[in-house]
């Protein structure tokens, strides 16, 4: 059997953390099963749906490299199918026709609200004659969910679940204006979409049991079922806004690696031993849902921090340079030939005290800022009277080096230190507060051996003037 899953957003906002683990998780599945990995957009809401959704919702799985196979199925595209299914069903005596009114409903639901019991509605139309309606009288059409006996789902996350038949209820298939509602069309689409794996939210799990009515009255197979426990925030509550950015563009604009995204989300729920850092090649091979846990996972900013900068000391220098040019681009800021190959020729040390793309723009304004370069308030404190002194000593030493090799600088550095009695570091600092305007910099040798002779002295002089 081919395994086929599906990732299937309401185009109603962006594309949500909950949402993009849950996509993660299908598209793992199927690609460690050499399957199909399907996008639907559930548009049947089309008041609520958006184009504007639709492209956030596309874009980001792009983002995360979660390709999908064949075209973008469009669930409103499907209305006179899921109509059929439904018709199918009333022929068959499955379903039947509903006239019972909105305010019909709305007092029968006041009264069990005022008598404190739960509202199941029971319909007088499941087994009268439909002529009995008034004529033209407008109805919904319902399945008839079964009256006794209990249903059973086992589910690949939650184990073997059973709800008796009277927690089932007579759900409306078709609106009084012939559209489908959400539980037909993610049956049928399911079915005609060939999906053998169900991945979802285990806020879905009581949906499946009522989609299972009208799978077995069309005498469809039934999905495989995997329910995995919802995100929380770091106050065990469930994801809200309140927690902080939800959709995954926000990731991406915050300077988040898909690579480290994709590790990060998979972890929420997912485990291999104690394995932290896990590679997209080694998740596809590893991944499976017995190994996905019951209890709900708690999303740490911080941790995905540390993630994140795992992967950025692990890329390709040329893809983080694009991305780095990318940034500055954007933010109207264009180094000069002379100063990418500066940032180019540092950026292992750069990456090294970096979290986050936008960390890494920081870090590398010490090589494209113009002169005099800011300060921070330590590398102003390094540059008081005794510190000024030292620049002037250090540029006329700088004039007489020759070798600016990193290792060389150091020795020189070393040298000139010893002939005046002093500590390393009281060489160090003042020349670092000139160099780069930070005292949170990668190391004065190095950033002498990247800028050359010619900088670091115009740098040195940019200060002292």
Same mark, same amino acid.
């Given at each position: 059997?081919?395994? *086929?899953?599906?990732?299937?957003? +309401?185009?109603?906002?962006?594309?949500?953390?909950?949402?993009a683990r849950?996509?993660?998780?299908?598209?793992?599945?199927?690609?460690?099963?050499?399957?199909?990995?399907?996008?639907?957009?559930?548009?049947?809401? !089309?008041?609520r +749906?958006?184009? %504007?959704a639709?492209d956030?919702?596309?874009?980001g799985?792009?983002?995360?490299?979660?390709?999908?196979?064949?075209?973008?199925?469009?669930?409103?595209?499907?209305?006179?199918?899921?109509?059929?299914?439904?018709?199918q069903?009333?022929?068959?005596?499955?379903?039947y026709?509903?006239?019972?009114?909105?305010?019909?409903? @709305?007092a029968l !639901?006041?009264?069990?609200?005022?008598?404190?019991?739960?509202f199941?509605?029971? +319909?007088?139309?499941r087994?009268? %004659?439909?002529?009995?309606?008034?004529?033209?009288?407008?109805?919904?059409?319902r399945?008839?969910?079964?009256?006794?006996?209990?249903?059973? $789902?086992?589910?690949?996350?939650?184990? &073997?679940?059973?709800k008796?038949?009277?927690?089932l209820?007579?759900?409306?298939?078709? !609106?009084?204006?012939?559209?489908?509602?959400?539980?037909l069309?993610?049956? #049928?689409?399911?079915?005609?979409?060939?999906?053998?794996h169900? $991945?979802?939210?285990?806020?879905?799990?009581?949906?499946?049991?009522r989609q299972?009515?009208?799978?077995?009255?069309?005498?469809?197979?039934?999905?495989?079922?995997?329910?995995i426990?919802?995100?929380?925030?770091?106050?065990?509550?469930?994801? &809200?806004?309140r927690?902080g950015?939800?959709?995954?563009?926000?990731?991406e604009?915050?300077?988040?690696?898909?690579?480290?995204?994709?590790?990060y989300? =998979?972890?929420?729920?997912w485990?291999?031993?104690?394995e932290? $850092?896990?590679?997209t090649?080694?998740?596809?091979?590893?991944?499976d849902?017995?190994?996905?846990?019951k &209890?709900?996972?708690?999303?740490d900013?911080?941790k995905?921090?540390f993630?994140?900068a795992?992967?950025?000391?692990?890329?390709?220098?040329? @893809?983080?340079?694009?991305?780095?040019?990318? !940034?500055?681009?954007?933010?109207?800021?264009?180094? /000069?030939?002379?100063?990418?190959?500066?940032?180019?020729?540092?950026l292992? /040390? =750069?990456?090294?005290? /970096?979290?986050?793309?936008?960390?890494? *723009?920081?870090?590398?304004g010490?090589y494209?800022?113009?002169?005099?370069?800011?300060?921070?308030p330590?590398?102003?404190?390094?540059? %008081?009277?005794?510190?000024?002194?030292?620049? #002037?000593?250090?540029?006329?030493?700088?004039?007489?080096?020759?070798d600016?090799?990193?290792?060389?600088?150091?020795? +020189?550095?070393?040298?000139?230190?010893?002939?005046?009695?002093?500590?390393?570091?009281? *060489?160090?600092?003042?020349?670092?507060?000139?160099?780069?305007? &930070?005292?949170? /910099?990668?190391?004065?040798?190095?950033?002498?051996?990247?800028?050359?002779?010619?900088?670091?002295?115009?740098?040195?002089?940019?200060r002292?003037?």
């Open positions: 059997m081919t395994i *086929v899953t599906r990732f299937a957003p +309401s185009p109603t906002g962006f594309l949500h953390i909950g949402g849950t996509a993660l998780f299908n598209w793992l599945l199927a690609r460690h099963h050499q399957g199909r990995f399907l996008l639907r957009i559930e548009d049947t809401d !089309r008041a +749906s958006t184009q %504007d639709i956030a919702i596309v874009h799985m792009a983002w995360m490299g979660l390709d999908h196979d064949g075209d973008i199925v469009f669930q409103s595209q499907n209305l006179a199918r899921h109509q059929e299914v439904a018709a069903l009333l022929a068959e005596g499955k379903a026709k509903c006239f019972t009114t909105q305010e019909e409903l @709305a !639901r006041a009264n069990a609200e005022a008598n404190k019991q739960n199941k509605f029971q +319909s007088p139309w087994d009268r %004659d439909p002529s009995q309606a008034p004529a033209d009288a407008p109805y919904v059409v399945i008839k969910a079964p009256l006794a006996g209990d249903m059973t $789902i086992d589910d690949q996350v939650q184990g &073997s679940v059973t008796p038949a009277d927690d209820d007579d759900l409306v298939m078709l !609106r009084a204006d012939g559209t489908p509602t959400y539980m069309a993610v049956v #049928v689409d399911d079915h005609d979409m060939g999906v053998t169900v $991945i979802r939210g285990d806020d879905h799990l009581n949906n499946a049991f299972k009515v009208i799978f077995d009255a069309m005498g469809w197979d039934f999905p495989v079922q995997a329910h426990p919802l995100i929380h925030g770091q106050d065990g509550a469930k994801m &809200s806004k927690h950015a939800l959709g995954v563009e926000w990731y604009e915050a300077g988040f690696l898909p690579e480290a995204m994709r590790n989300l =998979l972890r929420l729920g485990s291999h031993g104690d932290e $850092i896990i590679p090649d080694k998740a596809i091979e590893w991944f849902l017995d190994a996905v846990g &209890s709900p996972s708690r999303f900013l911080e995905l921090k993630v994140n795992h992967y950025m000391k692990t890329a390709e220098p040329a @893809a983080l340079l694009t991305l780095l040019w990318h !940034r500055l681009a954007a933010d109207g800021i264009e180094p /000069s030939a002379e100063q990418k190959g500066w940032i180019e020729q540092g292992a /040390s =750069l990456v090294e005290r /970096s979290k986050t793309l936008p960390d890494l *723009v920081e870090q590398a010490i494209y800022r113009p002169l005099p370069l800011p300060l921070d330590k590398a102003e404190k390094a540059l %008081d009277e005794d510190g000024l002194a030292l620049l #002037v000593a250090a540029k006329e030493f700088a004039q007489g080096l020759s600016w090799q990193e290792e060389a600088v150091t020795s +020189s550095l070393k040298q000139f230190a010893a002939q005046r009695d002093l500590k390393i570091g009281k *060489v160090f600092q003042p020349l670092r507060a000139a160099l780069t305007g &930070s005292m949170a /910099s990668p190391g004065v040798s190095e950033v002498m051996a990247v800028l050359g002779k010619e900088e670091t002295i115009r740098r040195i002089e940019s002292l003037a």
